[in-house]
């Protein structure tokens, strides 16, 4: 059964860091590429950031670009989502998904966790 399961969320204020994860179970990671995505309150989720499988290689939505940073730890099964300098723009629930090919568009994903939130205060 494949699982994915944020964590990290909470409070924080303008211009601080917050580090979430996804933990990953019933598959092998390294099959997958993970992406992250958020949603505010009235608007689409949209696509964070994402890791590729077979290389490592990421992508950032130009909203998050030099503020985020993704990782992985394949021993772990975890992908990670280091968040930096965060705004109140930032306020959303945070997802992590199965994302092939990393496309960053909401609407492709396989799998979904239940979501982790982030709330941003100004």
């Known amino acids: 059964q494949v699982q994915l399961v944020e964590s990290g969320g909470g409070l924080v204020q303008s211009g601080g860091s917050l580090r979430l994860s996804c933990t990953t179970s019933g598959f092998t990671l390294d099959y997958y590429d993970i992406g992250w995505f958020r949603q505010a309150p009235g608007k689409e989720r949209e696509g964070v950031s994402c890791?590729?499988?077979?290389?490592?290689?990421?992508y950032y939505g130009d909203s998050v670009k030099g503020r985020f940073t993704i990782s992985r730890d394949k021993r772990e099964k975890t992908v990670y989502l280091q968040m930096n300098s965060l705004k109140p723009e930032d306020t959303a629930v945070y997802y992590c998904?199965?994302?092939?090919?990393?496309?960053?568009?909401?609407?492709?994903?396989?799998?979904w966790g239940q979501g982790t939130q982030v709330t941003v205060s100004s």
């Open positions: 998904a199965t994302d092939w090919g990393c496309t960053l568009r909401y609407g492709t994903q396989s799998y």
């Open positions: 890791i590729t499988f077979r290389d490592g290689r990421t």
